[in-house]
């Protein structure tokens, strides 16, 4: 239902002699529709041979977030990732991510997933890639950074 609708209500009664009468009522709703939540633009990244941090956030304008590992998840992040809390409020949310040095060599696709109270969802997908160094997987790649 949109915020700030009317809708119209019949209601008809029939009495033993057949005689009819209806009245019609306006049902009305007020208020701001709810808000999808909006993850933090991130783009594709690209590790050299050192870790890397960044940080995922998420904001809600209504403010209905609630604060649980369900709000903000991350998958497809290469072994040995930690994600941690930087901040959880019902409007906004962050996670800071580290990806060690070593990992396997490869394109990892990952994907971020955001909800509020009421389950609207907000997804957003990037790429971690790790080229290959001088043992013959493939060159050293890009030069660090995003692309």
């Given at each position: 239902?949109?915020?700030?609708?009317?809708?119209?209500?019949?209601?008809?009664?029939t009495?033993?002699?057949?005689?009819?009468?209806?009245?019609?009522?306006?049902?009305?709703?007020?208020?701001?529709?709810?808000?999808?939540?909006?993850?933090?633009?991130?783009?594709?990244?690209?590790?050299?041979?050192?870790?890397?941090?960044?940080?995922?956030?998420?904001?809600?304008?209504?403010?209905?977030?609630?604060?649980s590992?369900?709000?903000?998840?991350?998958?497809?992040?290469?072994?040995?990732?930690?994600?941690?809390?930087?901040?959880?409020?019902?409007?906004?949310?962050?996670?800071?991510?580290?990806?060690?040095?070593?990992?396997?060599?490869?394109?990892?696709?990952?994907?971020?997933?955001?909800?509020d109270?009421?389950?609207?969802?907000?997804?957003?997908?990037?790429?971690?890639?790790?080229?290959?160094?001088?043992?013959?997987?493939?060159?050293?790649?890009?030069?660090p950074?995003?692309?």
């Open positions: 239902m949109p915020a700030n609708s009317t809708f119209n209500v019949t209601y008809t009664a009495d033993s002699d057949g005689n009819v009468t209806s009245v019609t009522l306006p049902l009305r709703k007020s208020g701001a529709a709810n808000a999808t939540p909006q993850l933090d633009p991130i783009s594709d990244l690209w590790i050299g041979d050192q870790s890397v941090t960044f940080t995922v956030g998420l904001s809600d304008k209504d403010g209905n977030m609630t604060i590992p369900q709000t903000l998840t991350i998958s497809g992040l290469p072994s040995g990732s930690i994600q941690g809390f930087l901040y959880t409020t019902p409007a906004r949310y962050e996670i800071q991510v580290s990806v060690p040095a070593g990992i396997d060599s490869g394109i990892y696709h990952v994907t971020i997933q955001g909800k109270a009421v389950n609207d969802r907000t997804v957003a997908h990037m790429r971690i890639l790790k080229a290959g160094g001088s043992d013959g997987g493939g060159g050293p790649g890009p030069s950074g995003t692309f």
